[in-house]
């Protein structure tokens, strides 16, 4: 008899990933996420999709090496906005620091997946020629940027709520 697949919630395996310097951030995340009834569906060893009324809105990874585009260490973790585009200038004009983590957390290509060598994508009036089809990764997120994350998310639920 094949054994069941595991599909490990987060909070049983973010702490035995995660260090203890980036671990706040990432529990301050979570329970955000919870919260607001976001659910946190596991995709694949170390991530979990971020569903709000059937729609894809991100995604957390951690310590991802099969995947080289996310270059994510051992204890590193990260977030990745699933069809946020629209929401951006909304962030970013509730607050300018906003824009400048946006736009910082961008994803150029390394040619390490087959979208290589990138594509043209435009983020906040500013156009990237070789941008991963990844588009944004936050790793590693500091407070400010999982606030400016916490933000991108409420402005994307109030826009499926309406």
């Keep these: 008899m094949a054994e069941k697949q595991l599909k490990p919630k987060i909070d049983e395996v ?3 990933i995660i260090n203890e310097e980036n671990l706040g951030n ?7 996420i919870k919260e ?9 060893t170390n991530c979990w999709q971020l569903y709000y009324k059937s729609k894809r809105i991100g995604i957390i990874r951690m310590t991802e090496k099969a995947y080289p585009m996310y270059a994510l260490g051992a204890s590193s973790w ?12 909304i962030v970013a004009d509730d607050n300018p620091k906003a824009k400048e983590i946006i736009l910082s957390n961008v994803r150029q290509c390394n ?4 979208c290589g060598p990138g594509h043209k994508r435009t983020f906040l009036g500013r156009q990237f020629d070789k941008a991963c ?30």
């Design 78 to 89: 990260l977030f990745a906005p699933w069809g946020l585009d629209d929401i951006l200038e």
């Design 133 to 162: 089809h990844a588009g944004i990764s936050m790793i590693n997120p500091d407070k400010v940027t999982v606030n400016c994350i916490k933000r991108m998310l409420e402005v994307k639920k109030n826009q499926l709520n309406n």
């Design 14 to 16: 973010v702490g035995n």
């Design 26 to 32: 990432a529990l301050d995340l979570i329970s955000f």
């Design 36 to 44: 607001n009834k976001i659910s946190l569906r596991w995709s694949s």
């Design 111 to 114: 040619s390490c997946s087959s």
